[in-house]
């Protein structure tokens, strides 16, 4: 019996056009967005240049990280304190933070035992909250029939904000993820798609929630200089009325983000390899469930998971115990608390406890793992033999 050796969190080096327009931005020492002298266009404004046309956006906001990014576009497109706000139920931590940061109240919708969010109980949430927003997290990069949840979110005037942080690069049915709703957020953040440690980037194609956005990100008074900005005109009346909340990106990150962005669709082509090098190496293994991908979704899949529906709790436990053992990082949904990078809907006890049965179900037989780009073709097929192994005997000793 083999076992793996590879680390879970090792990503790549940032690649060496980065870490030389990293050190012209150091010797030069004007790392701040607004700090340019005669001429110069800084590194934040080219990125953002350089995102709005790969997304093909009209406009793009560089910030701090995806969570500011995601707290900003709530208040830019209007909501005030104590407004509802649909989400997952599955997702991270960071976007039930970001609504509470913007003054909302999350109202959680269900997920499917595809990962996605479940638009029937959509549908059912929008009548029964009237809640006028909808934060719509891509979790693990798994995007939900678009057309169809934005035929429901126009009928009932809901007002949609993507959280992409697991799907730069990707697209439903050809339109890039975060180019159906109203604002797309993105986090480049280490463990995302393209890594300056921390980061965000927020684009729309609405003049005004992207001067208020801008202003929020402080921009003092020197929004003009943002060329892939709104309208000067656009900010008469929002300058002096949008409060100043400091979450700027700087040019140190956003030297070593452009590289990346150049070269995130082939990095896309190589992580789909490896996931469906895992999911070849799984198929048909009894008791395991494969998540069903959609001929119109194109993902970019850093992460793989699968679901052992209708197991029990502890032999759920057994099977990531096993694969720990023999060196495969598992991340369980399904746990009573929180660990590491997971958590679920009932430990943000800032948010109303609600009740849901569905999400819950999915959760407990949900595995999850990462698939850094370190990894090789081979270590997939090694990773996936070692689950297959492990699944398998715990699901026999159960017969
Ligand atoms: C990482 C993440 C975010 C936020 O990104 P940060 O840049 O870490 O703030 C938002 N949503 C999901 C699902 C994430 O995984």
Not at 212 to 232: C, D, F, Q, V
């Amino acid at each position: 019996m083999r076992n793996f050796t590879g680390n879970f969190t090792q990503q790549e080096p940032i690649p060496q056009a980065g870490i030389e327009a990293a050190m012209r931005v150091m010797q030069h020492g004007r790392l701040h967005r607004y700090n340019v002298v005669e001429g110069e266009v800084a590194e934040a404004v080219s990125l953002e240049l350089e995102f709005a046309a790969y997304v093909g956006a009209k406009y793009c906001l560089a910030v701090a990280s995806g969570g500011y990014a995601l707290a900003a576009a709530l208040r830019a497109a209007g909501l005030e304190q104590g407004n509802k706000v649909l989400t997952n139920a599955f997702t991270l931590a960071p976007v039930p933070g970001a609504i509470a940061n913007a003054g909302g109240v999350p109202v959680f919708v269900e997920v499917t035992q595809d990962l996605v969010m479940d638009l029937n109980d959509l549908q059912a949430k929008i009548t029964s909250s009237g809640a006028q927003f909808l934060m719509l997290s891509h979790m693990r990069g798994h995007i939900v029939d678009m057309d169809a949840l934005m035929a429901i979110c126009d009928a009932s005037g809901v007002l949609v904000i993507e959280d992409c942080a697991h799907t730069m690069g990707a697209n439903w049915n050809g339109v890039p993820s975060g180019r159906h709703g109203a604002i797309g957020c993105y986090s480049t953040q280490t463990f995302k798609h393209i890594n300056s440690g921390e980061g965000g980037l927020l684009v729309t194609d609405n003049a005004d929630m992207m001067a208020r956005a801008t202003m929020l990100s402080g921009s003092y008074m020197l929004y003009e200089s943002h060329a892939a900005g709104a309208p000067k005109e656009t900010f008469k009346d929002i300058s002096l009325d949008t409060p100043n909340c400091s979450g700027r990106m700087d040019n140190l990150r956003a030297a070593i983000l452009r590289p990346q962005l150049t070269g995130l669709d082939l990095q896309g082509v190589k992580w789909n390899e490896r996931y469906r090098r895992m999911e070849m190496g799984l198929r048909d293994t009894v008791g395991l469930r494969l998540i069903l991908r959609p001929t119109e979704e194109y993902y970019i899949a850093s992460s793989f998971q699968f679901t052992l529906p209708d197991w029990d709790k502890d032999k759920v436990r057994e099977v990531q115990k096993r694969c720990a053992a023999r060196g495969v990082e598992l991340k369980w949904f399904g746990g009573d608390k929180p660990t590491g990078f997971t958590s679920r809907h009932d430990s943000w006890r800032y948010v109303d406890a609600q009740d849901m049965p569905q999400t819950d179900h999915v959760l407990t037989g949900l595995m999850d793992m990462r698939l850094p780009l370190t990894f090789s073709l081979d270590d997939c097929d090694l990773l996936a033999a070692i689950i297959r192994e492990e699944v398998g005997a715990v699901y026999q000793a159960d017969c």
